[in-house]
């Protein structure tokens, strides 16, 4: 089991990240903000797909307004993301929101970040601060030259000491850059420094294959680390793919509890049944299961069985057949026509 590095627990509405719990998954709504009714739809899909905390941007007066009509009809904690108008802040506090995304670089003088500091204390809602390297002070780019893995660090550094002048800690922070490399640098630099929980991402990682291969390097080197208390796998595609990503890199690295985990084999030219299509017809007849399973799809006999006894249930093929195992006990060969329905029949069976 991977070790985590502790960090300062912070409650999110009814939810409590850092402090030993486990990782919470995030995403972002992306319809337009002036569209309530297609926001809150959204948000229902979102918590539905397994979405943990979920973020909103609030670009103007107007958009404060999404924030009642989704927390009306979700469960989960909402989060405001604010840029320049402090103000924006103060009214998503005043309209309930349950914690405020912030890059005090952008947000205008210590007043302001004072207000919203203060706002924040007297209602008990946190405060993420969100560096990323597209939006990286100017004069800190100045001593620096670019968004550099010591220029994050020293943004991320400036907006904590301002927060904790005002006398506020419930603070998260994210440390955010596309480089994949500064991104895994700067956090585990930040985790080093700070007991703050940490939220992680590449951010504008890419389309769905490059940013999922991204994240899923950048995320989970870092949770191998034993860092980061959030993730949000940031996809240009539909928020729903950025749910079932996070799942997918929380059960690779045995941090989730819930949801099949899948060994197969590449196959080669000892295969003789039609294993990718079996393969990929389970993993879809499974993809909503959420028992704490393993199944193994296995093409022969050189590495299947041992794969499919070390499974909770799973196939090695033959020809034209497979063995089925469960809980490492041969249990019957089955003809390759019958492999999906006995395979799925016997995990309905199980608790």
């Known amino acids: ?97 349950d914690k405020i995304r912030i890059n005090p670089g952008n947000i205008g003088d210590s007043d302001r970040v004072k207000q919203v500091a203060d706002a924040c204390r007297v209602n008990k809602i946190p405060i993420r601060i969100g560096v990323n390297s597209g939006s990286v002070e100017k004069e800190i780019l100045a001593r620096h030259g670019s968004p ?35 991104t895994v640098e700067a956090c585990r630099e930040m985790a080093s420094r700070y007991p703050y929980p940490l939220h992680l991402g590449v951010t504008e990682a890419g389309t769905e294959r490059m940013g999922l291969i991204k994240s899923a390097i950048g995320i989970g080197g870092l949770l191998c680390d034993g860092i980061g208390d959030t993730i949000r796998v940031s996809l240009t595609a539909d928020p729903i793919r950025e749910i079932e990503a996070a799942k997918d890199i929380l059960r690779a690295l045995g941090l989730s509890q819930s949801g099949v985990r899948f060994t197969s084999c590449p196959t080669c030219g000892r295969t003789n049944i039609d294993l990718i299509g079996l393969a990929g017809r389970v993993e879809q007849a499974l993809a909503g299961c959420q028992k704490n399973i393993s199944v193994a799809i296995m093409g022969c006999i050189v590495n299947g069985p041992g794969e499919a006894r070390e499974a909770d249930i799973g196939i090695a093929g033959g020809v034209g057949e497979a063995l089925l195992f469960k809980k490492g006990k041969p249990l019957r060969k089955v003809p390759e026509e019958r492999i999906v329905d006995e395979l799925l029949k016997e995990i309905e069976q199980m608790d």
């Open 1 to 97: 089991m991977l070790q985590k590095i502790p960090t300062k627990p912070v409650k999110i509405g009814t939810m409590i990240i850092g402090g030993g719990n486990p990782i919470a998954i995030q995403s972002m709504l992306n319809r337009p903000a002036a569209d309530i009714e297609s926001n809150v739809e959204q948000a229902v899909a979102l918590e539905q797909a397994g979405c943990q905390i979920l973020r909103v941007a609030i670009p103007n007066r107007e958009a404060v307004a999404l924030i009642p009509a989704i927390k009306k009809k979700i469960s989960i904690p909402l989060v405001a993301d604010i840029h320049f108008d402090y103000r924006l802040a103060l009214d998503s506090v005043a309209a309930g929101i």
């Open 148 to 182: 550099t893995v010591e220029a994050l660090i020293e943004s991320a550094e400036g907006h904590i000491r301002l927060l904790q002048r005002y006398d506020f800690e419930d603070i998260v922070v994210s440390i955010k850059a596309s480089s994949v490399q500064k």
